[in-house]
């Protein structure tokens, strides 16, 4: 292979063929699901706008369609796969059809919840095709460990990505939304057809653009504002008052706590900002 743009990325042949010699079986399990088609690719990386001097980490690589695109773009790509016979697999991949990007790539073979440090510089932007089972989970404990992440792009299930972009008030905006706000402005940034994957997902996808910004300016921690966060959705029928009377330890102090932050008793988790959520936290009895 020579390398060049033309043929380093795989097609739906180079991705059969990978698989095949592997003896790998896309599993549900994992929500494996392989991108097969190189404009897909390249579309992702120029939507994440990944720039000459990024280092950027993508969680569950898989066979290495997106990696590659990636390390076309990028300085340096640090890959984090779980999987043992696709992360033994991946740098030779990099090494036999990108040979003169090989010494920027890492490789780390671990499940991605538990990553808490990276070889390398620190990544300055993420990019994935996220595991549909895993994919908030994934993306907030991204965010968290890892400050330097500017800019983030993910594919995820497409109502998924409804929710990691919904605004207060919308049905579906909820815990991975209001999370997801706490680190970054969140948007959705165009679809994805089921027919670029391999096995095809009986799903739609879509991608979703994040841009960090600071948190809200709060006296409560990180995990305070979240346990306000899970404990307002956990029953999101019912007004806070109601909802918040396990947190506070009281309905009625539940009450006071919101009405000191300026809050309804009356409104439903649905319809605060994160800034609503931290302020509220502040006032816990």
């Not at 999987?83 to 990007?101: F, N, S, W, Y």
């Not at 300055?124 to 549909?132: D, E, M, Q, S």
């Not at 609503?276 to 006032?283: G, I, K, L, Q």
Request: net charge neutral; no cysteine; glycine share 8%.
């Amino acid at each position: 292979m020579s390398g060049t743009e033309s043929d380093a990325l795989l097609g739906p042949a180079d991705v059969r063929e990978l698989a095949a010699a592997l003896g790998v079986r896309p599993t549900k399990q994992r929500g494996q699901n392989f991108v097969i088609d190189a404009n897909t690719v390249r579309r992702i990386v120029r939507t994440a706008g990944v720039r000459p001097d990024d280092t950027v980490v993508e969680v569950g690589p898989g066979l290495g369609s997106l990696t590659l695109a990636l390390l076309e773009a990028a300085a340096h790509v640090t890959a984090i796969e779980i999987d043992d016979v696709l992360a033994a697999a991946l740098p030779a991949t990099v090494a036999a059809r990108l040979p003169a990007r090989a010494e920027r790539f890492d490789l780390v073979h671990s499940d991605a919840m538990a990553v808490t440090e990276l070889p390398g510089p620190p990544p300055t932007a993420l990019v994935a095709n996220l595991p549909y089972n895993v994919a908030v989970p994934v993306l907030l404990h991204m965010l968290a460990t890892f400050p330097g992440i500017e800019r983030t792009l993910v594919m995820v299930q497409s109502e998924v990505a409804d929710r990691l972009a919904a605004g207060p008030g919308n049905k579906v905006y909820g815990v991975p939304s209001v999370k997801a706000n706490w680190y970054a402005d969140v948007k959705r940034a165009g679809a994805i057809g089921r027919s670029v994957f391999w096995p095809a997902p009986n799903v739609d996808s879509g991608l979703v653009a994040l841009v960090r910004r600071d948190p809200p300016r709060t006296t409560a921690s990180r995990q305070e504002v979240f346990a306000v966060v899970d404990a307002a959705f956990a029953q999101r029928r019912k007004t806070l008052r109601a909802a918040l009377a396990g947190w506070a330890g009281s309905a009625a102090a539940a009450e006071a706590a919101l009405v000191a932050a300026g809050v309804s008793p009356q409104a439903r988790g649905e319809a605060l900002t994160v800034e609503e959520f931290a302020a509220v936290a502040e006032h816990k009895p």
